[in-house]
């Protein structure tokens, strides 16, 4: 697409938007319905396109993004009137009679830009939260899955006329086109080093945005956790979409003492939920060969435990542990995504604080253990994203938790509510009674009239 195409579809937007024709919440619901419906009657067609570009099963597809969208859109039909509200707010006495408000507006056209790991969830789900808030949207999808962008291309346009929601294909070229324009929000979702950029473009026209990146997310497990079920969850999040989940435990953090009995049931757990992965359609790939070669060379041979295997013809690596590993190791310098799990180790839970510390903030973090102390210590001390305790990644399937990173792992948040209130602006609105005029504030000043100020600002 050229740039005078994108420059006719953002200002055919930007009149849409001024027209007032999203803001009414019967407009809003309607194309709610719309995207719903759009959803369903392609069911089949994105679970054969996510199956294309990632080798996603319709079992995982449904599970992990269409099914999401769905849940998504749901939970803002019952919610919309409500999130949509002016919210009246307590105001003080030095402001009588009056009353404030706090009034939720959309902030315009937004642009959202989307990852090739969840192309589904990860451009729908944002693109749910910005229509129930009354924006219109351009959205950019990943050229790295193009039958997924084709069929999302497909859809939208039939939810949608261009004005109000358009799709952008293509790469590097499109999106410098998009970051080259004026957007009242940018919603991105990708790597920490694409997010600096898209940052960066987005102050030249001091625009806001909301970047939803990545980080190595540690996996803890402590003496008291309950191994097994850890090992059991720790396999199902890691080698979920074959690793390739911003979310996905990067690697385990665990007591020494539990150590061998964690691996142990690592090997089981894999034996049993990936029997012969390199040979499984069910499995899924790495989504290019550039990928894929960067994941061979994070894997050394000699601390790997379980797995290492791989086949280039078909992009897959087998489930992946690597034992003895240390901050040193390549496999430790950057975000992993993929099937490949170092363990490192801890002799003192205390230890783990002091560890972490120093460390860029990840967009995830999970504990294992039975110590409802620690629970509550990690939680306040460490910096991260979101998480779970005796759990991994399932946090980013519960619409009344926000979901978004820290630090170098994003900024911003969305899903439900706060997903709605991201996509808004709120206003700030004091409705002064014309029936009283207070005399205080007005000069000449007098002396009894400080009293008073004083008095009502105390």
Same mark, same amino acid.
């Given at each position: 697409m050229t740039a005078e195409n994108i420059d006719d579809i953002v200002s055919r937007q930007r009149e849409y938007f001024a027209s007032g024709a999203t803001l009414p919440l019967e407009a809003r619901r309607e194309a709610l319905l719309r995207l719903r419906a759009a959803v369903e009657a392609h069911e089949k067609d994105i679970a054969a396109a996510l199956t294309a570009d990632l080798g996603k099963p319709p079992f995982e597809s449904y599970m992990c993004e269409t099914g999401l969208v769905l849940s998504e859109v749901r939970y803002m039909l019952k919610n919309l009137k409500r999130f949509a509200k002016p919210r009246k707010v307590h105001t003080p006495l030095s402001q009588f009679p009056s009353k404030s408000l706090r009034v939720p507006v959309p902030y315009g056209n937004v642009l959202i830009m989307s990852p090739w790991n969840y192309p589904v969830l990860l451009t729908l789900e944002p693109l749910v939260d910005a229509i129930a808030a009354g924006n219109t949207a351009v959205v950019k999808p990943s050229a790295y899955s193009p039958a997924t962008s084709a069929v999302l291309d497909m859809l939208i346009g039939e939810a949608f006329r261009p004005e109000h929601v358009a799709v952008i294909t !293509? !790469? #590097?070229k499109e999106n410098s086109a998009l970051l080259d324009k004026k957007f009242d929000l940018i919603f991105f979702t990708g790597s920490t080093t694409v997010g600096r950029e898209v940052l960066r473009r987005a102050a030249e026209n001091l625009t806001p945005a909301v970047l939803e990146l990545g980080g190595k997310s540690p996996c803890i497990v402590d003496e008291t956790a309950d191994v097994k079920l850890a090992a059991k969850r720790i396999v199902f999040g890691k080698y979920l979409n074959c690793g390739q989940?911003? $979310?996905? +435990?990067?690697?385990? &953090?665990?007591?020494?003492? =539990?150590k061998e009995e964690l691996i142990s049931e690592l090997r089981r757990q894999i034996s049993l939920q990936y029997p012969d992965a390199l040979s499984d359609p069910a499995y899924g790939r790495i989504v290019n060969e550039k990928h894929f070669d960067r994941l061979l060379s994070l894997?050394? +041979?000699?601390k790997v435990i379980a797995g290492g295997g791989y086949d280039r013809g078909s992009l897959r690596i087998e489930p992946? =542990?690597?034992?003895g590993v240390t901050r040193a190791d390549a496999v430790m310098g950057e975000e992993i995504f993929g099937p490949v799990l170092p363990v490192l180790t801890f002799d003192r839970f205390e230890d783990v604080f002091a560890e972490l510390a120093p460390l860029p903030s990840p967009l995830a &973090?999970?504990?294992?253990?039975?110590?409802?102390? #620690?629970? #509550?210590? $990690?939680? &306040?001390r460490c910096s991260y994203g979101g998480g779970c305790?005796?759990? =991994? =990644?399932i946090h980013l399937a519960t619409n009344e938790l926000p979901f978004g990173g820290v630090g170098f792992s994003g900024m911003g948040a969305y899903h439900g509510k706060v997903g709605f209130e991201t996509f808004s602006h709120i206003k700030s609105i004091l409705s002064k009674s014309r029936r009283i005029d207070l005399p205080m504030r007005y000069r000449p000043y007098k002396r009894g009239n400080e009293k008073l100020v004083r008095f009502f600002l105390k």
């Amino acid at each position: 697409m050229t740039a005078e195409n994108i420059d006719d579809i953002v200002s055919r937007q930007r009149e849409y938007f001024a027209s007032g024709a999203t803001l009414p919440l019967e407009a809003r619901r309607e194309a709610l319905l719309r995207l719903r419906a759009a959803v369903e009657a392609h069911e089949k067609d994105i679970a054969a396109a996510l199956t294309a570009d990632l080798g996603k099963p319709p079992f995982e597809s449904y599970m992990c993004e269409t099914g999401l969208v769905l849940s998504e859109v749901r939970y803002m039909l019952k919610n919309l009137k409500r999130f949509a509200k002016p919210r009246k707010v307590h105001t003080p006495l030095s402001q009588f009679p009056s009353k404030s408000l706090r009034v939720p507006v959309p902030y315009g056209n937004v642009l959202i830009m989307s990852p090739w790991n969840y192309p589904v969830l990860l451009t729908l789900e944002p693109l749910v939260d910005a229509i129930a808030a009354g924006n219109t949207a351009v959205v950019k999808p990943s050229a790295y899955s193009p039958a997924t962008s084709a069929v999302l291309d497909m859809l939208i346009g039939e939810a949608f006329r261009p004005e109000h929601v358009a799709v952008i294909t !293509g !790469g #590097r070229k499109e999106n410098s086109a998009l970051l080259d324009k004026k957007f009242d929000l940018i919603f991105f979702t990708g790597s920490t080093t694409v997010g600096r950029e898209v940052l960066r473009r987005a102050a030249e026209n001091l625009t806001p945005a909301v970047l939803e990146l990545g980080g190595k997310s540690p996996c803890i497990v402590d003496e008291t956790a309950d191994v097994k079920l850890a090992a059991k969850r720790i396999v199902f999040g890691k080698y979920l979409n074959c690793g390739q989940t911003c $979310v996905a +435990p990067d690697y385990i &953090l665990c007591a020494s003492s =539990v150590k061998e009995e964690l691996i142990s049931e690592l090997r089981r757990q894999i034996s049993l939920q990936y029997p012969d992965a390199l040979s499984d359609p069910a499995y899924g790939r790495i989504v290019n060969e550039k990928h894929f070669d960067r994941l061979l060379s994070l894997i050394d +041979p000699a601390k790997v435990i379980a797995g290492g295997g791989y086949d280039r013809g078909s992009l897959r690596i087998e489930p992946t =542990v690597m034992d003895g590993v240390t901050r040193a190791d390549a496999v430790m310098g950057e975000e992993i995504f993929g099937p490949v799990l170092p363990v490192l180790t801890f002799d003192r839970f205390e230890d783990v604080f002091a560890e972490l510390a120093p460390l860029p903030s990840p967009l995830a &973090l999970y504990l294992f253990t039975s110590d409802k102390k #620690r629970m #509550r210590e $990690v939680a &306040l001390r460490c910096s991260y994203g979101g998480g779970c305790m005796n759990d =991994v =990644v399932i946090h980013l399937a519960t619409n009344e938790l926000p979901f978004g990173g820290v630090g170098f792992s994003g900024m911003g948040a969305y899903h439900g509510k706060v997903g709605f209130e991201t996509f808004s602006h709120i206003k700030s609105i004091l409705s002064k009674s014309r029936r009283i005029d207070l005399p205080m504030r007005y000069r000449p000043y007098k002396r009894g009239n400080e009293k008073l100020v004083r008095f009502f600002l105390k």
